[in-house]
């Protein structure tokens, strides 16, 4: 068996430091509460997120609205385009008829004008006069549009005059009895057409009764 420490002794010393500091740890206290985590309520972030999708969804249908509206814009612009390119052309095609000099001298000649026959000429350097104007008369007027040419004698067709004589009283009353006789022959065939048709009709009718009277009798006996 061991010996007890004797008292005073550093390992007893020791040893009662260790039983108090045991002692001491093994003491109950009471632990303050943890503090509650608090949660961000899910209401506002479930709203944030819908509000989110529904401008996402509102703006991709304005968006494509805009982009069909451009769309239709820009195909009517063409065909406006198209249609003011056409009538350039049509305009221009016109103002070059009108700048023809052909027509032009044509419509000179219409309104009793005549070309020039002797210009004078005017100096601006000292105001002198050159050359010698003379009045243009319509004598000195030409034929602008060329004369058309002969037609050649081949080419040339006869007008030939056949004279048919009327017909005579005689002619007259037999093709009346001719045309009297086709419409009497059209009238024949058509009513024995309607009697034979009628004859037809009441026959069937006759034998579709005697037909049905015998069944019934028949059936009665």
Known sequence: MSSPLPQGSPGRVRVQRIAEAAVERA????????????????????TLVSLVLLAGVVG?????????QNAFAATSLEQRAATLT???QTLRMDLEV??????VAERAQRLGMVPAATPAFLRIA???????PTVS????????????????????????VVEVPAPS??????????????AENRA????????????????GNRAGNRAGNRADSRSDG
């Open 27 to 46: 003491r109950l206290r009471v632990v303050p509460r943890a503090p509650r985590v608090t949660r961000a309520p899910r209401v506002p972030f479930v």
């Open 60 to 68: 991709l249908l304005m968006f494509n609205t805009t982009m069909q």
């Open 86 to 88: 056409s009538r350039e």
């Open 98 to 103: 009108l700048r023809d000099p052909q027509r």
């Open 126 to 132: 000292d105001g002198k006069v050159l050359g010698v």
């Open 137 to 160: 008369t319509a004598r000195e007027r030409f034929d602008i549009l060329p004369t058309a040419p002969a037609k050649p004698a081949v080419l040339r067709t006869r007008t030939r």
């Open 169 to 182: 009283v005689r002619e007259r009353r037999r093709g009346e009895g001719r045309a009297g006789d086709r």
């Open 188 to 203: 024949g065939n058509r009513a024995e057409n309607r009697a034979e048709n009628r004859a037809g009709n009441r026959a």
